[in-house]
């Protein structure tokens, strides 16, 4: 599309361009490999972990139905990406067996009293990942690892849990070498707590894996309640295994649930970072459109950054609904974060009225030192490689840019 810039899909190895070919024609012929059908998707998952009971309702069958039909109809997924996206929501669907299965054998998890803890929010690219990193670092916070959150409850191998996921994330990489750029993925990293939702099926990650727009769609319009009480269970889960340590976390798409986080949480301790939205919005399509190359033979840009766009607004305007509530938050401006780290942590911590302590302020100069910013490339992006440009950027979130970036 003219005016779209630098939005060429990588090409995959041989071997798998040979795979998404060879698809392709059986489907020409009718035949559909990797379909998204839910009964055949329960199937797996029940078979893959030997349980059965899904405890569904309305909402965990509708966002399956949902999920599906957006797989198929939204999306041009390549072969290969078929089969990621389709294992990613199996892993979904075994996750939710495992939990109703431990949820009964396990009554006194409900019972376990949460430290309360930090939850980095802010719209997504803003140096979410960056201040939870550094928080994490303290000696007293527990951060949740990407292999916890992606497999939370381990089943008849738990050792395999992070061999899995580094094996899934370096094939990733090979299809494109560049995405460290953009999010540097590992299994030891501190990473989004919304993969905990992906069990109910109402979470944000199916979005940022695969274009699937009905979905994207239909998941901003939906009650979250019930999904955040699950969300509770698996944090005071990972409470007991450390309970003398407050859980340390981050997402921004629970900017999209606000409401639902303080009900089952009343007492979380909010940390929101501002960042520029014209700065915000190139960065997050970039990211994006890595992620959904990956898994897609073509894409739609426009309709992408539109999805996008729309989708930061919703969290923008849910977010400040919820600040009426009277619920403490604290600011953080992006540009004190990278500028001078050290201090924007311990401004945080002053106001949540918590010690900074010398060996936090030792672990952050290591981090900073051995971690540099651009350590894994320049993520180059600008506003016009998607077709905007800053102005019309700032434009389109005008009252945000003016309370949080001008006027902070």
């Not at 060429?8 to 059908?37: D, S, Y």
């Not at 980095?120 to 000696?139: C, E, K, N, Q, W």
């Not at 509530?325 to 953080?332: A, M």
């Not at 030192?369 to 700032?394: C, N, Q």
Request: glycine residues 2%; charged residues 25%; neutral net charge.
């Amino acid at each position: 599309m003219s005016g779209f810039l630098k939005t060429e899909l990588p090409k995959p190895p041989l071997h798998l361009q040979i795979l998404n070919q060879t698809e392709r024609q059986l489907h020409r012929w009718g035949i559909r490999l990797a379909p998204f059908e839910p009964d055949m998707l329960r199937e797996i998952a029940m078979k893959q972990s030997n349980l059965s009971d899904f405890d569904e309702n309305p909402l965990f069958c509708a966002a399956l139905e949902v999920l599906c039909r957006s797989c198929e109809a939204d999306t041009h997924f390549s072969f290969v990406g078929r089969v990621s996206i389709r294992e990613y929501i199996v892993r979904a669907l075994v996750n939710r067996l495992r939990y109703v299965q431990v949820r009964t054998l396990e009554p006194e998890v409900s019972r376990i009293a949460l430290e309360p803890p930090i939850i980095v929010i802010g719209l997504p690219r803003s140096g979410t990942t960056f201040l939870h990193h550094l928080l994490a670092l303290d000696p007293e916070a527990r951060p949740l690892l990407f292999w916890e959150l992606i497999e939370p409850i381990a089943g008849s191998k738990p050792e395999s849990r992070r061999q899995n996921l580094n094996r899934k994330l370096a094939n990733m990489k090979r299809m494109n070498a560049a995405i460290d750029r953009k999010h540097h993925f590992a299994p030891d990293n501190p990473e989004e707590c919304m993969l905990l939702l992906d069990t109910t099926l109402l979470s944000l990650s199916f979005w940022v894996f695969a274009p699937v727009y009905e979905y994207l769609h239909w998941l901003r319009h939906q009650n979250k309640h019930d999904s955040y009480q699950v969300y509770r269970w698996y944090l005071q889960r990972f409470q007991r295994e450390t309970p003398h340590r407050r859980l340390t976390l981050k997402a921004p798409a629970h900017m999209g649930a606000i409401d639902a986080l303080l009900n089952a949480i009343p007492d979380v301790r909010l940390v929101q970072i501002h960042r520029d939205p014209a700065q915000v919005v190139p960065s997050l399509h970039s990211l994006i459109f890595s992620l959904h190359a990956m898994v897609s033979e073509s894409l739609d840009i426009q309709r992408m950054t539109e999805s996008n766009m729309t989708y930061l607004e919703h969290l923008i305007t849910t977010t400040e609904s919820a600040r009426s509530s009277g619920h403490s938050w604290v600011d953080v401006q992006y540009d004190l974060l990278i500028r001078d780290p050290i201090t924007c942590v311990q401004q945080i911590y002053q106001q949540l009225n918590l010690t900074f302590t010398d060996e936090l302020c030792r672990r952050i100069e290591q981090f900073l030192a051995h971690r540099p910013k651009e350590k894994f490339g320049k993520h180059l992006y600008s506003a016009e490689d998607f077709g905007t440009t800053e102005v019309l950027i700032r434009k389109r979130f005008a009252d945000y840019y003016q309370k949080y970036i001008l006027n902070p």
